[in-house]
């Protein structure tokens, strides 16, 4: 009865752990969906704010600078059609 029970507990320690893992990044992966989702329908000021310590801080800073260079192209040739 003993190495059943030591098994189930190492899985849920495992399973606890790899879900404290996971979560922020998925937090942050869910960000940078809507944040697309949100600049695909034609909002341009949408930005993706994540964690500085964050794993997906370098593309949410790209995510970002792609869509203030696309906010600044679109307001230029606005300008230019005028």
């Not at 009865?1 to 849920?12: C, D, F, H, Q, T």
């Not at 606890?16 to 329908?41: C, H, K, N, Y």
């Not at 930005?47 to 800073?61: E, G, Q, T």
């Amino acid at each position: 009865y003993v190495m059943p029970l030591l098994y189930g507990s190492l899985a849920a320690i495992l399973a606890l752990i790899t879900f404290l893992w996971v979560r922020p990044l998925w937090r942050d992966m869910r960000q940078l969906e809507q944040g697309a989702q949100t600049l695909g329908s034609g909002a341009l000021e949408a930005r993706v704010d994540v964690a500085s310590r964050s794993a997906l801080r370098p593309l949410a800073d790209t995510f970002n600078a792609m869509a203030d260079r696309i906010q600044s192209l679109v307001t230029r040739q606005r300008e230019l059609n005028n």
